[in-house]
Nanobody, 119 residues
Framework: QVRLVESGGGLVQAGGSLRLSCVPSVSILNAMAWYRQAPGKQRELVADISWGGTTHYADSVKGRFTISRDSVKNTIYLQMNSLKPEDTGVYYC???????????????WGQGTQVTVSS
């Protein structure tokens, strides 16, 4: 079973920045993504990156978040700038695949990392 270890979350004021990291137990040269789950809400896709490096973002984070990877460190990142209180939630990384342009999860979930943005 694939293991995913997320880190980098914390408490930050609105307008601040955080960088999340994820180290999987398999190569990051797969389709990978970041999801988040706010209290009382369903888990939602935030950003994904294809094997070839093409990225997609949820409309709510476009222009503020950047997904990237470091193949030497086998780590994927989510750089989050201009954070808003509505970005609060537990953030999870994931390994998946694409059906057309749609990212589909196909791995288990790690424990996630908590991001809290205060107003």
């Amino acid at each position: 079973q694939v293991r995913l270890v997320e880190s980098g979350g914390g408490l930050v004021q609105a307008g601040g920045s955080l960088r999340l990291s994820c180290v999987p137990s398999v190569s990051i040269l797969n389709a990978m993504a970041w999801y988040r789950q706010a209290p009382g809400k369903q888990r939602e896709l935030v950003a994904d990156i294809s094997w070839g490096g093409t990225t997609h973002y949820a409309d709510s984070v476009k222009g503020r978040f950047t997904i990237s990877r470091d193949s030497v460190k086998n780590t994927i990142y989510l750089q989050m700038n201009s954070l808003k209180p509505e970005d609060t939630g537990v953030y999870y990384c994931n390994i998946g695949k694409y059906s057309g342009a749609t990212y589909i999860s196909r791995s288990s979930w790690g424990q996630g990392t908590q991001v809290t943005v205060s107003s």
